[in-house]
């Protein structure tokens, strides 16, 4: 955002206003609020908004442990569609393997 914030300062000004928007139309409750915004910090791999949401989530009444099987249920769901994306790209691994299927990449 500090780029964003030099030289495009109107952007930065109205994404902060999307986030005064959230909390007056917030139709959920701080906790779920939190345990949302804490997966998504997970999977952005923002470490700034992890840190921020884990202790919003406590100070929201969730528990460690609470926590703990989210993140554990983020990497659960990362890895499921991992595996279910790879073996879709690598349904023709035969065709691969014999060199029928290329890549698009520059050589």
Not at 55 to 74: F, R
Request: charged letters at 25%; one cysteine or more.
């Amino acid at each position: 955002m500090r780029l964003l914030a030099k030289f495009f300062p109107e952007f930065a000004e109205l994404l902060d206003q999307t986030d005064e928007l959230y909390q007056q139309k917030r139709f959920i409750d701080e906790k779920t609020y939190q345990y949302i915004c804490f997966a998504v910090s997970i999977k952005a791999r923002s470490k700034p908004c992890v840190l921020k949401h884990f202790k919003g989530a406590l100070d929201a009444g969730a528990t460690v442990q609470e926590l703990a099987y989210i993140l554990a249920l983020v990497m659960r769901e990362a890895s499921g569609a991992d595996d279910c994306w790879s073996h879709d790209v690598l349904a023709d691994w035969e065709e691969i393997v014999a060199g029928n299927v290329a890549c698009g990449c520059p050589q």
